[in-house]
Nanobody, 123 residues
Framework: QVQLVESGGGLVQAGGSLRLSCTASRRTFTNYMGWFRQAPGKEREFVATINWTGGNTRYADSVNGRFTISRDNAKNTVYLQMNSLKPEDTAVYYC?????????????????WGQGTQVTVSS
C-alpha cells in the first residue's frame, strides 16, 4: 500500500502564490502523478498531471499558465506551484498516483490518493 501525503496548503490573498507538495511513503512504480481539487458542493476536478520523466504534462484550462506541476523522483515527491491565485481556486487539493502508462485526467483513472490539503484564496 502506498500512502501519499500532501502539504503546503493555506490561506492566501488573490494574486498570491502557494506551492503544494505530495510525498509518497515509499518509492512507487507509478507512472503518472496528478493533482485534483474539490470545492464545496462540486465534483472533484482535474488540475494537472505529469509522467515519470516529467516530460509530459497536462493542465486544466482553468489553471494553464498559472500552475506548474513538477516531480522529484529521488524524493518521491510531486509539486504544484500555484501562481496568480484566484478566489475560484479555493478547494481541497488532492494528490493522486496512476500506475498505468497512459495519461489520466479523471479521478477514476488514479489508483492512490492523498488525504487532501485546503487552499483558500481570499479576494
Amino acid at each position: 500500500q502506498v500512502q501519499l501525503v500532501e502539504s503546503g496548503g493555506g490561506l492566501v490573498q488573490a494574486g498570491g502564490s502557494l506551492r503544494l507538495s505530495c510525498t509518497a511513503s515509499r518509492r512507487t512504480f507509478t507512472n503518472y502523478m496528478g493533482w485534483f481539487r474539490q470545492a464545496p458542493g462540486k465534483e472533484r476536478e482535474f488540475v494537472a498531471t505529469i509522467n515519470w520523466t516529467g516530460g509530459n504534462t497536462r493542465y486544466a484550462d482553468s489553471v494553464n499558465g498559472r500552475f506548474t506541476i513538477s516531480r522529484d523522483n529521488a524524493k518521491n515527491t510531486v509539486y504544484l506551484q500555484m501562481n496568480s491565485l484566484k478566489p475560484e481556486d479555493t478547494a481541497v487539493y488532492y494528490c493522486a498516483a496512476r500506475t498505468a502508462s497512459t495519461m489520466g485526467v479523471t479521478p477514476l483513472m488514479y489508483d492512490y490518493w492523498g488525504q487532501g490539503t485546503q487552499v483558500t484564496v481570499s479576494s
